[in-house]
């Protein structure tokens, strides 16, 4: 891991100077925005998001104080030269949910993209309502969507109550997310913080996580990703997966998870493949130097994920999961079951490390439990006996 770590590193340096000073600056108020909260903003925001594209030099597209109301807006590339969107304002999504589309704002095919400061609120209250009361409601926006781009850099951005996913990182590569704060309420469906899929290179770091779902998932096709200094809670934890839904899905590999806190969660770390036929895998991955604070499934792999029993019932997972490193994962565990490994017997987890484990379970002995797992334990783990 040592070659994988100089080469975020370098990526790290390398993206912090990215951008220079830009030369072309674009006032989202200048195209006729209105700061007041309830004034659509939506073309303003995308004749400004046109100029930066088209301009011959670096160019800054630049949000001030204040509220503005935005619909659902594509920031399209090829761009000719790199953009920088400089926030001081709010970005408010319409409160309605029943408009068309996915997403709220997707940045595509774009080489060269920072975004600092400023905050985007999804103001997802509404359809969280209509879901929770079990009525036919749409998926929602997500809020940010990086697809099928390159060299990003995210930082000193906060999201708040997006209406599913908060950020979505997909199809891309290099990207850098820096001192990112994500808040949803526990009970708001889907509000996963950081989506990466199908993407490498990505890196997170300093980020405080607060949501009603995964505060980071990566789900099939990731590699090559650095997540460092996170704070999740409550939420479902960080997790790699679901890994399996189709045959021929591309796996995760070289996964790198460190100096993270767990407050409340549902999970900490966690691994999830479905129990079906495929050819994929996970690989690579480390988990290091964690604290869990009343976490409910502090460690877990279940690699017979079956949701509502359909499609899947009594099949063997043909997800290959193998070289899992965890070392000093320390705290409190809101279960008796602090360490849950339930691999499939036709293909059992294996190369499984542990190192330097302390979870208790109300101040005294947690347990593990370990289905179909092999590995090695080392220095003192407590809860003992996994894996076997």
Not at 319 to 326: E, F, G, M, Q
């Amino acid at each position: 891991m040592a070659k994988s770590f100089l080469s975020f590193l370098l990526f790290s340096i390398l993206v912090v100077f990215y951008l220079p000073l830009s030369k072309a600056e674009y006032n989202i108020m200048s195209f006729g925005a209105k700061s007041n909260g309830h004034t659509d903003s939506t073309k303003a925001f995308l004749k400004a998001s046109s100029s930066a594209c088209s301009s011959s030099n670096e160019a800054t597209i630049y949000v001030p104080s204040g509220k503005f109301l935005v619909g659902h807006v594509q920031f399209k590339g090829p761009c000719k030269s790199r953009v920088l969107i400089k926030m001081k304002g709010t970005l408010l999504a319409p409160s309605d949910y029943k408009g068309s589309g996915n997403e709220w704002i997707v940045f595509k095919n774009i080489d060269g993209l920072a975004i600092q400061g400023g905050t985007v609120d999804g103001r997802g209250q509404a359809l969280w309502k209509c879901k929770e009361s079990g009525k036919n409601c749409p998926h929602g926006w997500r809020s940010m969507l990086f697809d099928h781009s390159k060299n990003i850099k995210i930082e000193d951005l906060t999201s708040v109550n997006s209406k599913q996913f908060h950020i979505v990182i997909h199809s891309t590569q290099r990207v850098m997310l820096r001192k990112v704060t994500i808040i949803a309420p526990d009970e708001s469906p889907n509000t996963d913080g950081i989506s990466i899929q199908k993407s490498s290179d990505v890196t997170v770091l300093d980020a405080n996580i607060k949501t009603g779902d995964d505060c980071i998932s990566m789900s099939g096709g990731t590699r090559n990703v650095w997540a460092e200094r996170i704070s999740c809670g409550p939420g479902h934890g960080i997790g790699i997966g679901s890994i399996g839904k189709s045959y021929n899905e591309k796996g995760v590999q070289n996964i790198t998870v460190k100096d993270t806190v767990f407050t409340g969660s549902d999970n900490g770390l966690r691994i999830k493949a479905w129990g079906r036929p495929t050819t994929t895998y996970v690989r690579g991955v480390v988990f290091e130097n964690s604290i869990m604070k009343n976490v409910k499934n502090p460690i877990i792999i279940n690699q017979n994920y079956c949701p509502h029993s359909k499609n899947c019932p009594n099949k063997h997972s043909g997800v290959t999961i193998s070289d899992i490193s965890y070392n000093n994962i320390q705290g409190s565990s809101k279960s008796s079951v602090a360490v849950k490994f339930d691999c499939s017997p036709a293909n059992p987890c294996k190369g499984i490390s542990l190192k330097n484990i302390k979870l208790t379970y109300h101040g005294g002995l947690a347990k593990s439990s370990c289905k179909y797992a092999r590995g090695k334990s080392y220095g003192n783990v407590n809860p003992k006996s996994c894996p076997t």
